[in-house]
């Protein structure tokens, strides 16, 4: 047993479709099957049941695959931290969500970091952020600051793999153009469920958001008590929230954020605070809590101290 072997078994068990798997890792269809079928008779298992139109998993392979894939992640871990481990001790790579502004405690201790290790080379990159859960799990990522509650419900049931250190606790702001609409510096609810009535809503879909519904009960799931059957939905198809300040601004519609968000530096759209919305937004920081790179201890032993002083 190979691990190239476990990565076509896994690859299959989740498209079950021998030519698309073949095509993405650049083999052919033949030499995969025969690849399959020495697993198969190694582990003296059927492990998928074929016919001229479908792949099947057996009950036996789901079970393979089910138990195997949380092993072959962490293997794969260990072997890349192993082939890079002198590079990565001087390098610090940061993830932040790309809608956001940088926590102002982490960009200290980031400030910090740099100052007491001058050698270390530290580089932020901001991206989407199903992309920043894909780096972080490949190791492309040492540290990633996100909205917390944003994240897929697979995340969650696999908080022994992962820490999150909150920030800041931001309530709602509804983002619109100040040429669309005139509000106040603060609206209620009921106000908030009045501007969704006549204005589009427009938000990005994330992979783990598949439809309208689930993903307006997503983003008002704090608004419970008002009438979510009144709002417009348009939905963007990039899935990038960095395009919405364009189609706000545009006055295409309006859109929901919190206050450390690049909306708020827009000079074209105004922000309303959504009272009553406390804690819809845990932004924070997010880690592999087995991390090999042992900046990453360092820098969150600087966040907690800028945290303490501005608490202070």
Known sequence: MTTQ??????????????????????????TLSKQIVNLENELGVTLFTRDHNSVKLTPAGKRFYDRMKPVFMDLMDAIRDAQ??????EIFTIGIQEEQLISN???LAINDLR????????????????????GL????????????NLLPES????????????LENECYYLAFSRNLIDLPEEITKEELADVLSEHDLIFPI????????????FFLDSMSDIDVSRINIKVTQSGRPIS???????????????????????????????????????????????????????LLKMVEQQVKRREK
């Open 84 to 89: 890079s481990y002198e590079d990565k001790r």
């Open 137 to 148: 799990e490949k190791g492309e990522f040492d540290v990633l600051n996100i909205i917390g």
């Open 244 to 298: 919405l300040p364009a189609q706000v601004s545009s006055q295409l519609g309006v859109t929901l954020c919190n206050q450390t968000n690049l909306f708020s530096i827009d000079p074209e759209i105004r922000l309303a605070k959504v009272l009553h919305t406390d804690g819809a937004y845990r932004k924070g920081l997010l880690w592999k809590k087995q991390s090999y790179n042992p900046y990453v201890q360092i």
């Open 206 to 217: 994330l992979r783990h958001a598949i439809s309208n519904e689930e993903a307006k009960a």
């Open 5 to 30: 072997q476990i990565s076509y078994f896994l690859k299959l068990a989740e498209e079950l479709n021998y030519t698309s798997v073949a095509r993405s890792f650049f083999i052919t269809q033949p």
């Open 115 to 134: 100052r007491e290790y001058p050698n270390l080379s530290v580089t932020i990159h901001r991206a989407n952020l199903d992309e920043l859960m894909e």
């Open 105 to 107: 405690p982490f960009t």
């Open 155 to 166: 995340v969650y049931s696999g908080m022994d793999r992962f820490s999150f250190m909150e």
